[in-house]
Antibody, heavy 118, light 110 residues
């Protein structure tokens, strides 16, 4: 069974850093496209970043230069390192499998809440 | 505001049919596939339709998708109270080199 479990969310002050992790089971992250999608309270979905099976990464303009997506094939995990956090980064962050260009996101984690506030 | 445009809300009675539109441009829907997601209250989104009109295993054929030009449509027939949820469309934007979503449509089954 395919499963994604996020961790690492919490309350962080503006300008701080946080690292989110996504543990995958039932498939290998190295052989799939893996993305992060976030949802601010009461708002719609926002694509954040993708890491392709070949290792290439892409980011939304809103997080470019501040967030870094990576994966650990040995642990079958995907991570999102978030630096210089802002209030507008407050959201539930979902780890997903797949890509929007084709196939869509066929698996989602339960989400982890990040609150950026002083 | 979102790159893809959806109506904020739609409503219909149980048993009726409803459509939800998703309007984009030549750089996203016009060039790349569209997927649709259902998000029940307090839960993570779930893939309903991918590649414009394909249904993942387990999704009933009451749900359908179509695309014409730079717009896509999600159709739901035989509405059930359990269909009350937020529905979002998503695609890739080749000009932005980024994923894009619609703002979401809240479906109320009266």
């Amino acid at each position: 069974e395919v499963q994604l479990v996020e961790s690492g969310g919490g309350l962080i002050q503006p300008g701080g850093s946080l690292r989110l992790s996504c543990a995958a089971s039932g498939f290998t992250v190295s052989g799939n496209f893996m993305s992060w999608v976030r949802q601010a309270p009461g708002k719609g979905l926002e694509w954040v970043s993708v890491i392709y099976s070949g290792g290439t990464t892409q980011y939304a303009d809103s997080v470019k230069g501040r967030f870094t997506i990576s994966r650990d094939n040995s642990k079958n995990t995907v991570s999102l390192q978030m630096n210089s956090l802002r209030a507008e980064d407050t959201a539930v962050y979902y780890c997903t499998r797949g890509r929007l260009a084709s196939g869509g996101f066929d698996s989602w984690g339960q989400g982890t809440l990040v609150i950026v506030s002083s | 505001q979102s790159v893809l445009t959806q109506p904020p809300s739609v409503s219909a009675a149980p048993g009726q049919n409803v459509t939800i539109s998703c309007s984009g441009s030549s750089s996203n829907i016009g060039k790349n596939y569209v997927s649709w997601y259902q998000q029940l209250p307090g839960t993570a989104p779930k893939l309903l339709i991918y590649d414009h009109n394909k249904r993942p295993s387990g999704i009933p054929d009451r749900f359908s998708g179509s695309k014409s030009g730079t717009s896509a449509t999600l159709g739901i027939t035989g509405l059930q109270t359990g269909d009350e949820a937020d529905y979002s469309c998503g695609s890739w934007d080749s000009s932005l080199s980024a994923g894009v979503f619609g703002g979401g449509t809240k479906l109320t089954v009266l």
